[in-house]
């Protein structure tokens, strides 16, 4: 590279006038006022002593050419040697009216006014976070930290919470992007997206949290979850619940949804009871809904019921209008054809809902990974609800997993491992029950009466129904087993017994044309005698 013509003598002198924000500089005390009041900041730079040497002299060198129009010769070997000023710099700052370095940095960072008024709107707009102390402290208050607590990003992102702090108070004097990023051992583009706006994941969740405490014993839960890290609509709730009061008082903080669905089941089924709604749904959560996949923060639920059945849709439809009762949305999707044997199946899918954890993690006490078929429910409150949201409950469990047979004459829900649970529910409306691989059951004639009038159905209109079939039955026997049986009758008994029929299939066959109702075991008890009487004596 060949070396730059030598400039000649009595060249015209051509200076670049120092200036920081519009302020003339003309003297070194200036300079050194301005960057101590304006921009403390840039003091963090390494090379920032060379590039105010360099001003400072660019300053003096003015000062010596002032009343001069052009270069004298042997102004530059002079004053270049008194200096310390090499000639391509002299040239540059003398001749060619460049910037020494300072000035240029300058203007790519931060004021101290410009960086205080962007950190002052970041703390406002942080909701009073300023460290990650009161970061952990805020969500101490958050129902969902424990699941966040559960992932491996925990201490990552605290991390990032401290660097956050560490660069605002950093950047309180002003200063470069790439300087802060220097001394906290991270990438420039970080401290710049934080400087806009962008800030660390948990700072992001914890500045939606409210900062006023949200009541003993309770957390803030979000009823909406925008993005991963920004929660909407708080509510408080308690983290463990023993009485049904606790659940009364959430459920009066809920916003239920206002569509046309919603004003269109309003008439199907009635006006809204959130109460009522609840405890159904936690029934038929038990009972038959299904967990997807969980994240995090929220939870997504499925219902699937075979179309074998006629009032399977009435019951995915009440369900939704209960879920949106409690602000959560719920639709029918594409039918489906079942791999577990239910032929086609409707399918209705919940959103996915921050509350719907807080159902199944606090109110049933189930884990993530847990499922109803295979872990008991933690929710021995239940027994302190009064009779008709206990009724709710068990309707919400039997139109998911119960039945009425109107042939063995017993009603009954599958239980699985919620045994002892469901069986001290229904003796609180005097059901005794007996228990029978995992199934509650019932056939005494006093309990299916009750079962009838309660009722222990509300949508499964066929299951409705036997069971009011199975009380008519009941309520026709006499108040004592009636082993008499008359002989028009006994024929009946027996050619349906030759046809291979149940006991169960001829009781309810005689109830249906005569109107007499005779036990299974009556039935039994007859065709057992008189296949002994037409035995030959041995």
């Not at 709710?392 to 017993?410: E, R, V």
Request: glycine residues 4%.
């Amino acid at each position: 590279m060949s070396k730059p013509p030598k400039p000649r003598d009595h060249a015209p002198i051509h200076f670049w006038t120092p200036t920081i924000n519009t302020t003339p500089i003309t003297t070194i005390h200036q300079l050194h006022h301005l960057l101590n009041t304006d921009y403390p900041g840039i003091k963090r730079n390494p090379n920032y002593k060379t590039w105010l040497h360099d001003a400072e002299t660019h300053l003096t060198l003015i000062t010596h050419l002032k009343n001069q129009t052009h270069l004298q010769r042997g102004d530059r070997k002079r004053l270049g040697n008194e200096l310390g000023i090499g000639r391509q710099k002299f040239t540059a700052w003398a001749q060619e009216a460049r910037k020494p370095r300072l000035y240029y940095e300058l203007e790519r960072i931060l004021s101290k006014t410009q960086a205080q008024k962007t950190i002052t709107q970041l703390h406002k707009e942080n909701n009073g976070l300023r460290s990650t102390e009161d970061v952990i402290d805020r969500l101490q208050t958050y129902y969902l930290t424990p699941l966040h607590e559960q992932t491996k990003q925990l201490p990552k992102r605290l991390h990032q919470c401290t660097l956050y702090f560490q660069a605002l108070n950093l950047l309180q004097d002003g200063g470069a992007y790439l300087d802060v990023a220097r001394q906290l051992k991270i990438h420039h583009s970080q401290v710049m997206h934080w400087l806009n706006g962008r800030r660390p994941n948990y700072i992001e969740l914890t500045r939606h949290i409210p900062h006023t405490p949200p009541g003993r014993d309770l957390k803030w839960l979000p009823l909406n979850l925008e993005r991963a890290f920004v929660p909407t609509d708080f509510i408080a709730v308690p983290e463990q619940i023993t009485q049904y009061l606790q659940i009364t008082n959430v459920l009066n903080q809920s916003q239920p949804l206002d569509n046309n669905a919603m004003h269109q089941w309003k008439q199907r089924f009635g006006p809204p009871n959130p109460e009522d709604a609840f405890y159904y749904l936690l029934g038929l959560i038990v009972s038959d809904y299904e967990k997807q996949r969980p994240r995090v923060s929220s939870t997504e639920l499925t219902l699937n019921l075979s179309k074998n059945y006629t009032w399977s849709e009435q019951v995915g439809e009440a369900a939704s209008y209960y879920f949106g009762q409690l602000g959560i949305h719920s639709e029918e999707g594409n039918p489906y054809d079942s791999s577990a044997g239910k032929g086609m199946c409707h399918k209705w899918r919940t959103q996915k809902s921050p509350l719907l954890t807080w159902i199944i993690r606090t109110c049933i006490g189930l884990q993530p990974h847990q499922r109803t078929t295979y872990h008991p429910i933690q929710a021995d409150w239940i027994r302190t609800a009064p009779d008709d949201l206990r009724l709710a409950f068990l309707q919400g469990l039997s139109d998911g997993d119960g039945w009425a047979d109107t042939k063995s004459q017993y009603i009954g829900i599958y239980a699985g491992p919620n045994i002892s649970l469901i069986q001290d529910l229904l003796a609180s409306f005097q059901i005794e029950s007996t228990v029978d691989r995992k199934r509650v059951r019932f056939r005494r004639q006093k309990c299916i009466i009750i079962a009838a009038e309660l009722p222990l159905f509300r949508f499964a209109t066929s299951r409705k129904e036997n069971s009011e079939k199975l009380a008519e039955m009941m309520k026709a026997r006499k108040k004592k087993k009636e082993r008499f049986i008359p002989e028009e009758i006994s024929k009946l008994i027996l050619e349906l017994h030759n046809r291979k029929k149940s006991s169960g299939y001829i009781a309810e066959y005689i109830f249906n044309h005569f109107g007499i109702s005779y036990d299974r075991s009556s039935i039994s008890y007859h065709i057992r005698i008189f296949n002994k009487t037409e035995q030959p004596d041995q």
